[in-house]
């Protein structure tokens, strides 16, 4: 865990990474420094059917009413990073 937090602080908190900086283009739109890979849309965002409560086993679960959890995945599908032009995953080789 240091490792990583020492990495994030050199690089982005005191160094100037800026993969995954939003700017816009000059064609109008936005681009993605660094790219997106949209085949990530659809694992990152999901989550589970319920939040479990209890210490060490659960007690109870609260479960997501089914309207939201229909809401949620309707708008995580329209949601989910395109290409964009001019922006490419192997930049940050």
């Known amino acids: 865990?240091?490792?990583q937090t020492f990495a994030f602080v050199r690089e982005f908190?005191?160094?100037n990474n800026q993969t995954g900086l939003v700017v816009n283009a000059e064609s109008g739109g936005v681009t993605v420094?660094?790219?997106e890979d949209p085949s990530l849309?659809?694992?990152?965002?999901?989550?589970q059917a319920g939040i479990y409560y209890g210490s060490?086993?659960?007690?109870?679960t609260y479960f997501f009413p089914s309207a939201t959890v229909a809401a949620w995945d309707a708008y995580v599908?329209?949601?989910s990073p395109q290409p964009s032009?001019?922006?490419?995953m192997?930049?940050?080789s």
């Open 33 to 35: 420094i660094g790219g």
């Open 13 to 15: 908190v005191f160094g």
């Open 1 to 3: 865990m240091f490792r």
């Open 56 to 60: 060490a086993t659960t007690a109870s």
């Open 85 to 88: 032009s001019g922006s490419s």
């Open 77 to 79: 599908a329209t949601a």
């Open 90 to 92: 192997s930049s940050l």
């Open 41 to 47: 849309g659809g694992e990152v965002l999901t989550g």
